[in-house]
């Protein structure tokens, strides 16, 4: 799945930057800055006609006073401020996290529901009956194995302060569960002088770390480790394990007394560790803010803000069986520049086969080499090595499978059915070995996206020598067959199109191409322009082509493979067009025809040109030029080289450029 980031101005009743992710049309995330105690619009990006909305402060330290967010609609949005408890405007302008969704049960991307419900009724620290919560269980529409319970009291009927809390229904003291979730409101420690019922918003979702094109969201239920504001907050983080910006969290239960909400703490409260801490009020009672530990749950997100698109990735490579001090591996071709983060590389027999690609752009006609086993990711030249850090025998010896995909915007691939999870994305390639039950089948995403592959003799492809890879060919050229992969120089693929045998580049004993072409051959291209030089009356300024004219032909080639051509086997030939005459002798712009070498260069050197009469049958090297430089005869042209045609080189293609002109009759 995909989700849309963007940094959005927003006028307000007072004005400010807040930065907001829109993770589907449905539902989005945005921090709002520098919230104090007078009301400010929170604009959003996507539409909603039942917004459900979540929101957290932001505590700067324990010295600043205690605060909840209050919430009210604000045409198509809504406005947020900050409370110190019973009206109190003597708080601290900090950042606000809000979560906002449209009403509604969503299974793709993210596994979720949105729901609100009034509460006329308000627990507090001598009244924690459940009875008086909302049990909204049967209004519930998915099922969950760990379901994560984030809210707000989204309403203004009360001047004085509410904040949202969650249960089982049956324990003050555990969370909701999938077979029962009751949602409510408390004033911790303050008699509640709430008169006006309240609604409650409340979002559900499966706890789990969802990797899309544009974001990565881990959405979890944290252990009972964070602490009351007056312990030691600084101390109370969960770690997200990777990279987060933004985030929302609710308290859930009540483990306590006194009654707590959760805020994010410190000044950076959202990064790979996630700081939060349990807030009370200091209106009554103790007034220490010092709290018993409690479980909070969260929504964090981390933007992904690409300036250019995905790159194209192929699979070119595989080694299955691996070799002393050689990983197995899967290499990946680059048929176009861009990230390849959130891409993800999979066996289909487990999730933990699942290898999610990291942040890292690259080049057309890169490599990235994914190794299953330990070692750090490093880039040489163009060839990128990752490690999954994982099982080093990922790939069976004698028949499996191999899938790409690319993260999507709002589709999925289900998995579960081979213990393999789901993938935030969409497969794009598919190589299979062998034959037997261990191949898994070319999986479909949800939206129906699938690949191609043909297994008309994959049997052959099983059965390796320790070290020998099997390689797509031609490098870099996907034909979802099995036909085109072949034991890495065995010639076996020779019914392949166009077929080029695959190359041993490895300097040991072990047989692959890692990193490198899978051919060992050049790669030949042309490519004809004209251009018209001169013309009897504009002269060269702004010529055309009309009788009496003169243009240039330009026949370039280039050799963009990683062997040289054979020595002396490079020539030009092409025929004279109809209605032309060609230069053959220096008479005004009539020349004869030339060698320009490329850069990088060709390492060739232009022969002695040849000319043919009689349309291609015999060529000789004498001419016969009249006054104006041109040969009336000649029907063709051809220019022999010699030298070795270079390879690619520093990812540049060698080249170089015959030219000839001709007269328009």
Not at 227 to 233: A, D, L, R, T
Not at 462 to 470: F, L, N, R, V
Not at 576 to 605: E, H, M, Q, R
Request: aromatic letters at 8%; glycine letters at 8%; one cysteine or more.
């Amino acid at each position: 799945m995909i989700i849309r980031f963007f940094l959005l101005l927003i006028t307000t009743l007072a004005t400010q930057m807040a930065g907001a992710a829109a993770i589907t049309p449905y539902l989005e995330m945005v921090k709002v800055s520098t919230v104090g105690s007078s009301w400010k619009t929170v604009p959003l990006d996507n539409s909603y006609s039942t917004p459900i909305i979540a929101c957290t402060y932001n505590l700067p330290s324990s010295s600043d006073s205690d605060a909840v967010v209050r919430v009210q609609a604000a045409g198509s949005g809504f406005q947020v401020k900050v409370q110190k408890p019973i009206m109190s405007t003597a708080v601290t302008a900090s950042d606000v996290y809000c979560t906002i969704s449209e009403e509604g049960s969503y299974t793709y991307p993210i596994k979720y529901e949105a729901h609100k419900v009034s509460s006329a009724n308000t627990n507090y620290g001598s009244n924690w009956s459940l009875a008086i919560m909302e049990n909204v269980t049967a209004s519930k529409v998915l099922t969950y194995d760990q379901p994560v319970v984030i809210g707000q009291v989204m309403t203004y009927n009360n001047d004085h302060f509410s904040v949202f809390w969650s249960t089982n229904c049956s324990s003050r003291s555990t969370p909701p569960t999938d077979a029962a979730v009751c949602v409510g409101k408390h004033t911790g420690q303050v008699v509640p002088a709430t008169p006006f019922a309240e609604d409650l918003g409340y979002i559900i979702a499966e706890e789990a770390e969802y990797f899309m094109e544009s974001a990565n969201v881990k959405i979890a239920l944290g252990a009972d480790t964070i602490f009351g504001v007056g312990n030691s907050p600084d101390t109370y983080i969960y770690d997200l394990g990777r990279e987060y910006t933004l985030a929302t969290a609710s308290q859930t239960a009540e483990d306590g007394g006194n009654g707590g909400w959760a805020v994010l703490y410190g000044s950076n409260p959202v990064s790979q560790d996630l700081n939060l801490a349990v807030e009370e009020d200091t209106v009554t009672g103790d007034t220490s803010r010092r709290h018993t530990s409690e479980q909070m749950a969260y929504w964090a997100i981390k933007p992904i803000n690409h300036t250019s698109p995905r790159a194209n990735l192929i699979i070119n490579e595989v080694l299955y069986s691996a070799g002393t001090g050689l990983q197995e591996f899967v290499e990946l071709y680059a048929t176009t520049s861009g990230s390849i983060e959130n891409y993800v590389v999979s066996g289909q027999d487990g999730v933990s086969q699942n290898v999610l690609l990291p942040e890292l752009t690259v080049a057309a006609g890169d490599y990235v080499i994914l190794h299953f086993g330990t070692g750090s990711d490093n880039t040489i030249g163009n060839v990128h090595h990752i490690y999954s850090n994982g099982s080093t025998a990922v790939l069976a010896n004698t028949a499996d499978d191999v899938v790409l995909f690319k993260p999507s915007i709002l589709d999925v691939t289900d998995l579960q059915s081979l213990n393999s999870g789901i993938i935030n994305g969409v497969p794009v390639d598919y190589v299979a070995y062998g034959s037997g039950g261990s191949i898994d089948p070319v999986p479909t995403s949800e939206a129906g996206v699938t690949v191609s592959w043909n297994a008309v003799d994959g049997a052959r492809l099983d059965g390796t020598a320790a070290g020998q890879s099997i390689s797509l060919t031609l490098n870099g050229t996907d034909t979802d067959t099995s036909v085109c992969w072949e034991h890495t120089t065995s010639g076996d693929a020779s019914a392949c199109p166009g077929y080029i045998i695959t190359f041993d580049h490895d300097a040991s004993a072990f047989i692959n191409s890692q990193g490198q072409d899978n051919n060992f051959a050049p790669i030949l291209a042309l490519e004809k322009s004209v251009l018209t030089i001169y013309d009897p009356f504009n002269g060269a300024s702004n010529p055309k082509a009309i009788p009496g004219s003169v243009l240039e032909y330009t026949i370039t080639a280039s050799n963009s493979g990683p062997a040289p051509a054979d020595s002396n086997t490079i020539r030009i030939t092409d025929m004279i067009p109809t209605g032309t005459k060609i230069c053959v002798a220096n008479s005004g712009y009539c020349i004869p025809p030339y060698f320009v070498d490329g850069s990088p260069s060709s390492g060739l050197s232009l022969g002695t040109v040849v000319y043919s009469t009689n349309n291609g049958s015999t060529y000789s090297s004498s001419t016969s030029a009249g006054g104006d430089g041109v040969d009336t005869s000649v029907t063709h042209v051809s220019a022999p080289t010699t030298g070795q045609f270079q390879p690619l080189t520093a990812g540049a293609a060698s080249s170089f450029s015959f030219k000839f002109r001709v007269v328009v009759q």
